[in-house]
């Protein structure tokens, strides 16, 4: 597809009209909302980096890259937008079982011809992207942006989750989950990574006002449902990587609710070994569901994808985490490897090209602030954070699990970008979480000491030296 047949003039004209739409509502939605929710300040903030990412990688695909994926599911929801009108009967066929061998035959010249027709997660991104086409006039920009625009439901959702429970951390939960720059680069084009991400934002919520709020029982039951159906059509396993942190949600809350913080310390890494086994067991026996998901061939593909991403082809794109094989302890032992390249490589002097390098500027920042909050834990201290709160604990066996499963399945920096996409959100909110108690504490003991040397005035307050 030729770049000149993605830019119209149809682009330029209804472009100004369909952000007028956009952020006439999103206005109103804030202004209904800012004086009982104060986060919403920054809800209109969050959609222009959604716009902004959704701009930039329409034309970092045209100019740079000169096509791919993005351009492709708009060149195939093109083909059955046109197949709906000439063909409505082989157009419901197509749309309800996915372009596969026996459907292909449907399109024609005149529709042009798919080139997603084998995969179940590319053609279930390509069904939706039919809708943002064919709602835009087939207009590819103002395509993404409504792609973008309906992805951000799911990340304002879980950046409110966060808010239920640290609600003074309102800005620090803004950058974890709104403004990091890959994040919402990466996860607001018409790709697999943006639909997923907005589905764990929406899974995460729905799991949370569910189990642990009990609200409104049977519409975030059907949320729940809704969001894992989307994260199984395309990336299986994204659940996968949330069932041992959901498990741990749960039982944590329930000892929250029964025991005290002695209960927890001892009964959390009981329940922590339950949770992985029990993730251990679901993946080793639904096999037939995960088909190439299926414990036996991620393993068998982790290590066939490391040794085919060494290949020159890749011209030093690719990073090597040592000899593996299909087996889990060799895997576990690449687990520090593996975890650290998903969060913190390319380094800098990794980078290639520009694109690159601004990811390793970011990588370099993460770094920094996980090494502070390390330092200040003196290492050990991780243990204890772990378990301060449910949330904290749900966001570190996630964002860490993920982590490890990206890492060790996807040793080339060009695709590790993307598919750590949600892994960085939860992660850098449980370095702010962490942050917030080691300061909390910090204040209390300050508040003890001033009190020791009677420092304190006859309000009750502290009384702060100039």
């Not at 045209?62 to 197949?83: I, Q, S």
């Not at 209390?444 to 009190?451: E, G, M, N």
Request: charged share 15%; glycine share 6%.
């Amino acid at each position: 597809m030729q770049q000149q047949q993605l830019l119209t003039l149809t682009d330029f004209i209804l472009l100004p009209f369909v952000l007028f739409f956009i952020y006439y509502f999103a206005r109103i939605r804030r202004n209904d909302n800012i004086e009982k929710y104060p986060e919403y300040r920054y809800y209109i903030a969050g959609l222009n980096v959604k716009i902004i990412g959704a701009i930039s990688i329409t034309l970092i695909y045209l100019l740079y890259y000169g096509g791919g994926d993005t351009t492709n599911y708009y060149h195939d929801a093109v083909c059955w937008n046109k197949l709906m009108f000439s063909n409505p009967e082989g157009f419901f066929t197509v749309f309800t079982e996915g372009t596969n061998i026996n459907n292909y035959f449907y399109f024609t010249p005149e529709t042009g011809f798919p080139i997603y027709w084998k995969d179940r997660g590319t053609t279930f991104v390509v069904r939706l992207a039919f809708f943002v086409t064919f709602i835009s006039f087939r207009s590819f920009v103002v395509a993404t942006i409504l792609f973008a625009w309906f992805s951000y439901m799911g990340v304002w959702r879980l950046y409110r989750v966060f808010l239920y429970e640290f609600p003074s951390l309102s800005r620090e939960m803004a950058i974890a989950i709104l403004f990091i720059p890959s994040v919402f680069f990466w996860g607001s084009g018409m790709l697999k990574d943006t639909v997923t991400f907005s589905a764990a934002g929406f899974f995460t919520f729905n799991f949370y006002r569910l189990f642990i709020k009990r609200k409104e029982i049977f519409l975030h039951a059907f949320g729940l449902f809704a969001s894992s159906y989307i994260i199984l059509a395309i990336k299986p396993y994204i659940i996968l990587g949330f069932l041992p942190g959901c498990l741990l949600w749960i039982i944590n809350n329930i000892i929250t609710r029964f025991g005290g913080s002695f209960t927890r310390a001892v009964a959390t890494p009981v329940f922590l070994v339950i949770a992985i086994s029990t993730g251990y067991f679901l993946l080793n026996n639904l096999s037939s569901q995960l088909g190439d998901y299926s414990l036996e061939k991620v393993l068998d593909k982790a290590v066939l994808t490391q040794t085919d991403l060494k290949s020159d082809y890749y011209h030093g794109n690719a990073f090597d985490l040592g000899d593996l094989e299909a087996t889990i302890p060799s895997m576990l032992s690449k687990s520090h490897l593996a975890i650290n390249a998903a969060l913190f490589r390319p380094y800098l002097w990794e980078c290639k090209n520009p694109v690159m390098f601004l990811s390793g500027i970011e990588n370099f920042i993460i770094l920094i602030f996980t090494i502070v909050i390390i330092v200040r834990l003196k290492i050990i201290g991780i243990f204890k954070y772990f378990i301060k709160h449910h949330l904290l604990t749900f966001s570190l066996v996630f964002s860490l699990f993920f982590a490890f499963s990206v890492g060790i399945s996807t040793p080339n920096f060009g695709s590790m970008v993307r598919y750590r996409i949600p892994i960085l959100p939860f992660y850098v909110a449980s370095l702010f979480i962490i942050r917030y108690y080691l300061r909390l504490e910090s204040a209390q003991r300050k508040y003890y000491t001033d009190i020791d040397l009677g420092n304190v005035n006859t309000a009750g307050n502290l009384s702060i030296p100039s």
